[in-house]
């Protein structure tokens, strides 16, 4: 089977010798008049040699690559791909793991599966595509992994209606492709217990990429005061009232969020006259503490989602690392974040420097976080470091 061929600029495909997943539009010197958005496409330079396969989007990015080897994406293709991803995640120590039910089990570019996030709960799998070329795949897929889980899965979600390009015009609606259509899955994180809402939920549900973050924060949060801003479902603060914390105060601005915290935090605590939470906006709750806090987690939404907003995003993580540092106890342990993919380390370094140096107090980073095992980054394709997080000491 052959493909329709895109043909690039001369010189455009040193980055594709680099096996960079990307192809922009200003590379590309001719595609089929009659080419439709998530088509797959061969790839070639001028002289016409091959470089490799990918699928075509309207946009920026132009084509995804999903391929440099000259091969049929049949359904052993992709049967291969999952099970290589799987094959990651029974290395990390989650596939089968009774403690631990909850994980992404394909992360885009990172498994090459490009615009494509699946996450598994406890037997739900979660299939969101970003892309018209992933979101074609969807009925393949769903053949592969009900024959690859078996009788581990218990159902298939597709929850793409807000995720794929609105330029796209696709009708898509989320549903349940398979098994149990039930919007509640109760799933386990090193042996706490979660609510999952994979139809309500933010995201496909949860922030599956803080697990080793939440289980980290234990080692700090025994007997001492502790602040979860952001709180969404209250990972953090769950983890922290099972390390034996003196208080733990979640705080969100949406209602929603602090009802889903109260219920986890019940879920896994028969007492739990030490946890409060607080519908208030997080930069307002920051300015007028109750407390004075031994560990304060601040884990925002991106605050710069584009490159266009990246200098307000920057100001935006360097105004509320500020005024945490400022408010919190001497010898504290602060948990900052960012889940922009725009902002770089240095960027956020940068931020989180200035935000100390205004504060007026002396600041040691212990610990640089990152995303988990199971939120892979392809050595090629930098741009799938999203995640960033520094354990700091504030004296």
């Not at 995201?203 to 602040?227: A, H, I, M, P, S």
Request: aromatic share 12%; proline share 3%; glycine share 8%.
């Amino acid at each position: 089977m052959s493909y329709p061929t895109i043909v690039l600029k001369k010189g455009k495909e040193k980055s594709l010798e680099r096996f960079h997943p990307w192809i922009f539009s200003g590379a590309i010197k001719s595609l089929p008049e009659d080419i439709e958005e998530g088509s797959i496409v061969e790839v070639r330079k001028v002289d016409g040699s091959f470089i490799g396969i990918g699928y075509y989007q309207i946009g920026s990015i132009a084509v995804r690559m999903l391929t440099f080897q000259n091969e049929q994406l049949d359904k052993a293709f992709w049967q291969a791909k999952l099970e290589e991803a799987i094959e990651l995640r029974r290395t990390a120590g989650l596939w089968g793991n009774p403690e631990t039910n909850v994980f992404r089990l394909i992360h885009g570019e990172g498994d090459g599966f490009p615009g494509l996030i699946v996450d598994y709960y406890a037997g739900c799998v979660v299939f969101q595509a970003h892309t018209v070329g992933m979101y074609l795949i969807k009925d393949v897929f769903l053949d592969i992994i009900k024959e690859v889980l078996g009788f581990e899965l218990k159902a298939v979600y597709d929850k793409s209606a807000h995720t794929l390009p609105y330029k796209a015009e696709l009708s898509t609606s989320d549903a349940f492709l398979y098994g149990e259509e039930k919007e509640e899955w109760e799933v386990l994180e090193y042996g706490c217990k979660f609510n999952i809402n994979v139809v309500t939920g933010q995201k496909t549900g949860f922030f599956v990429d803080q697990r080793e973050n939440r289980k980290l924060l234990e080692k700090y949060c025994k007997g001492k005061k502790v602040l979860n801003t952001f709180c969404y479902s209250g990972g953090f603060s769950v983890f922290a009232m099972q390390a034996g914390a003196e208080l733990v105060h979640s705080v969100d601005s949406s209602q929603l969020a602090i009802d889903l915290t109260d219920e986890n935090i019940k879920l896994n605590f028969k007492d739990h006259s030490n946890h409060k939470s607080f519908t208030a906006d997080v930069f307002s709750f920051l300015n007028e503490m109750p407390e004075q806090y031994d560990v304060i987690v601040l884990d925002p939404p991106a605050f710069a989602k584009h490159r266009r907003v990246l200098a307000n995003g920057i100001k935006g993580y360097r105004t509320i690392n500020e005024k945490a540092i400022r408010n919190m106890k001497s010898g504290g342990v602060l948990f900052t974040f960012s889940c922009s993919q725009v902002v770089t380390q240095e960027h956020f370094r940068t931020a989180v420097f200035s935000a100390a140096a205004r504060a007026g107090r002396k600041v040691q980073i212990i610990q640089q976080l990152h995303q988990p095992e199971d939120h892979p980054i392809s050595i090629y394709h930098p741009e799938g470091e999203y995640l960033k997080g520094l354990v700091l000491r504030v004296i």
